[in-house]
């Protein structure tokens, strides 16, 4: 089993940047991809960017593509979400996972909220 611990997030203006970690307990992640996802208030959990942490490809949802990064520091056992642009429309709770596959994920972390006032 792993325990993601998630960090960052907050409140910030339209166009604004904010950067969220999500760090995990064990030193190897027992799936090879980290993914963030997002909820917001009375909308299904949607997929928002993947890693895969064994070669670093990069997936991303056409909403976020161009604004968000998705990144890894293997030596902190650690997954990174930059957002750049943010519109209020990337309102929502964040949450990290791992798992198996690009949208497959077996184990969340707490979520994180972030809010984009405009």
């Known amino acids: 089993q792993v325990q993601l611990v998630q960090s960052g997030g907050g409140s910030v203006q339209a166009g604004g940047s904010l950067r969220l970690s999500c760090a995990a307990s064990?030193?190897?992640?027992?799936?090879?991809?980290m993914a963030w996802f997002r909820q917001a208030p009375g909308k299904e959990r949607g997929w928002v960017a993947t890693?895969?942490?064994?070669?670093?490809?990069?997936y991303y949802a056409d909403s976020v593509k161009g604004r968000f990064t998705i990144s890894q520091d293997n030596a902190k056992n650690t997954v990174y979400l930059q957002m750049n642009s943010l519109k209020p429309e990337d309102t929502a709770m964040y949450y990290c996972?791992?798992?198996?596959?690009?949208?497959?994920?077996?184990?969340w972390g707490q979520g994180t909220q972030v809010t984009v006032s405009s």
């Open positions: 890693i895969y942490t064994n070669g670093g490809n990069t």
């Open positions: 064990r030193r190897s992640y027992v799936n090879n991809y």
């Open positions: 996972a791992n798992g198996p596959y690009i949208r497959t994920m077996d184990y």
